[in-house]
């Protein structure tokens, strides 16, 4: 939903610039499908359930063997028999006659209903009501759920329990999904250290590397960590350069402006296309987008917090659209209102 703020114009605006589904896709079995995305529907090969079955245990009867009963006027019916969850079929009681059922027992097509057992008495071989039932009265229709032909899960669901259970009910085991986008991510700065380093003065640990692929895996990705960048702009293009090879979205954080000069947007003009640059709200000068080909390149802040934040609303809606995804633009929970008129330069 497109609320008319200047993030949500510019996430708009970005999100219009690529291609769905950039990505391939792959064949997998239900047990390794929990988070990936699927690429074609699931269709009901069969009605769902496939035949009439109980929702409740009790005793099945004629529907107009009930009329007339009351607690002054019990109507008694024989048990004949029982139909159990697996049984193939269920016979038609007769006049007079009830069979004992389970939930999930197969039902008999027909005017008939099913007696809860709180509202029945069960005496040796009958069973007495004290009310009438209407036809079908708890009993679950064949094709109630899903009809042959329907589509069961669509194309751009996100697997998850609830999804494989019902895809694993209509006895699917393989699904097609969309294969997880590549995203190269690096950190820049020449006071930008590994986080297992010794911190010195003046220097900053890059926990910003680990923490951006973590949420990578979590958008759907498959993360890769290109290292630290240094403040030298033609070695970072080159570098940026190489990783577009095998990257479906590159990932930078930091970098924004180095000594005066706007370095990550004169990047991305040099490797490929700015489309964003920097977005009109607090903290937003950092987010800067655009793209090389087909590959998004998705710019944020150095600062931690501020960079995961600029990842949740830029790169995961690309990735979203990448893998074909259909969810709504990325919310942001923090204040949008626009920053103070001297725009700073953060890095």
Not at 216 to 234: E, K, L, R, W, Y
Not at 238 to 254: E, P
């Amino acid at each position: 939903m497109n609320d008319g703020s200047p993030l949500t114009e510019a996430q708009q605006t970005f999100v219009d610039t690529l291609s769905t589904k950039t990505t391939a896709t792959e064949v997998v079995r239900l047990s390794a499908a929990l988070g990936r995305t699927l690429a074609s529907a699931i269709v009901a090969p069969t009605d769902m359930p496939p035949y009439p079955r109980a929702i409740v245990e009790g005793w099945l009867v004629n529907s107009a063997d009930t009329q007339g009963a009351n607690e002054g006027s019990p109507i008694y019916f024989n048990i004949v028999g029982s139909i159990l969850p697996g049984d193939e079929s269920c016979p038609l009681p007769g006049t007079g006659e009830a069979l004992r059922v389970a939930t999930g027992s197969i039902v008999t097509d027909g005017a008939v209903s099913i007696v809860r057992p709180w509202e029945g008495k069960e005496e040796g071989n009958t069973v007495s009501i004290t009310r009438a039932f209407p036809p079908r009265f708890f009993i679950e229709e064949q094709g109630c759920d899903l009809e042959q032909g329907a589509i069961a899960v669509a194309a751009g669901s996100v697997m998850d329990a609830a999804e494989i259970g019902t895809i694993a009910s209509l006895g699917i085991d393989e699904i097609e999904v969309t294969c997880a986008p590549r995203v190269t991510i690096f950190s820049s700065g020449d006071e930008v250290i590994p986080y297992t380093d010794t911190l010195k003065p003046g220097a900053i640990r890059d926990s910003n590397s680990i923490m951006l692929a973590t949420a990578v895996t979590q958008a759907g990705g498959v993360p890769v960590i290109a290292g630290i960048q240094g403040d030298h702009f033609d070695e970072f293009v080159v570098a940026v350069k190489t990783a577009l090879v095998n990257s479906d979205m590159i990932v930078i954080s930091g970098g924004t402006a180095v000594g005066g000069r706007d370095f990550i947007s004169d990047l991305l003009k040099e490797v490929g296309e700015l489309i964003i640059d920097g977005v009109p709200m607090r903290s937003g000068r950092p987010l800067i987008m655009g793209k090389s080909g087909e590959v998004p390149i998705i710019c944020v802040a150095g600062h931690p917090p501020e960079a995961l934040r600029g990842f949740n609303l830029f790169a995961v809606a690309a990735l979203n659209k990448q893998l074909g995804r259909g969810a709504e633009l990325p919310q942001d929970s923090q204040n949008n209102s626009p920053p103070p008129t001297d725009k700073p330069r953060h890095k």
